[in-house]
């Protein structure tokens, strides 16, 4: 059995993160064309620039995401709890954008804390094994 059939719900958060931040790169591109922002420059029009750091923030946080994902899941073997937990960061992925700049708070909170709850989860399963 392949790690995708054992973790289907983690595997399905992991592409749906990954989709979203190909959304990201699409928008930048969108957003270059429809403010005349040309490559490479990263400043401009403010929309542009809005487009550009959503893009960045998600991209920094993406391989703390995909590690927290994956650690969780193979530490807890609790695909459910894991999985709908990824998807919730992707949510709150979502709503940072919609509410980028100034109403962003809420989805950075919940993407944050998604991370900060697998993180924990990890730890909880990693920590004890360190005694043996």
Excluded: C, H
């Excluded at 990201?24 to 620039?49: C, H, Q, S, W, Y």
């Excluded at 940072?96 to 804390?113: H, T, V």
Aim: charged share 15%; glycine share 10%; no cysteine.
């Amino acid at each position: 059995m392949s790690i995708v059939e054992q973790y289907p719900l983690t595997s399905t958060a992991s592409l749906v993160a990954l989709s979203y931040y190909v959304q990201t790169i699409l928008n930048v591109g969108r957003m270059r064309g429809v403010t005349g922002v040309k490559a490479p420059a990263t400043t401009g029009d403010i929309r542009f620039e809005n487009a550009f750091r959503v893009q960045m923030n998600t991209l920094e946080q993406l391989p703390v995401a995909l590690s927290a994902f994956w650690l969780a899941a193979l530490s807890s073997g609790n695909d459910k709890l894991v999985g709908s937990v990824g998807l919730v960061y992707t949510l709150g992925r979502v709503l940072f954008q919609l509410g980028y700049p100034d109403k962003r708070s809420a989805g950075f909170g919940i993407s944050f804390f998604s991370l900060i709850g697998l993180l924990g989860l990890s730890a909880y399963k990693i920590v004890p094994l360190l005694r043996k």
